[in-house]
């Protein structure tokens, strides 16, 4: 049920690693963009479809502001404006994408990409095929968990040390 995977309110670091995507946050608390129902209502479907563990962090659901996609403590996919959603992707993946009429969402970092849903150049970019590889790629960057804390990423250990 897609309501088990919404935090309405708090923190976005309640919920994320601001280390680890630093110009995520930092433009989510300049910009702070409204997010149309039906953009975020088409990212949180999507996601329930094509996603395990995940959740939908947003300032107020209920105010419009944008929803954003976290899983292993990164953030994955954002839907922002009346139909904007941006996807965080391997390298090779952002060349397929500008490929399929995506473009870059450099502002957030790297590997960030952005779409319409509805409008813009046909055809449009496949929602589900793009969660779906962002948020593999999510879970693939996430720092690996130590053993005895279940919710603190730990770094690899420096052989030298």
Known sequence: MITDHLQDGGELTDVMDRQAQPLFVNWLRTTRPSAHSDVG???LRGADAVCDEWTAF???FRSCLYVA????RRAFALAWNMQTVSVCVSDPQVAVALAQGCTRHEE???GWVRFDLWLGPK?????LFWLRAAYAHACA?????APDSPTTPTTPR???S
Do not use: E, H, N
């Open 123 to 127: 055809p449009r970019p496949d929602l």
């Open 141 to 145: 960057s996430a720092l690996p968990v």
């Open 108 to 110: 957030l970092g790297t």
């Open 158 to 160: 420096d052989p030298a």
């Open 69 to 72: 996609l976290v899983a292993q």
């Open 41 to 43: 209502d088409a990212l």
């Open 58 to 60: 947003s300032p107020s």
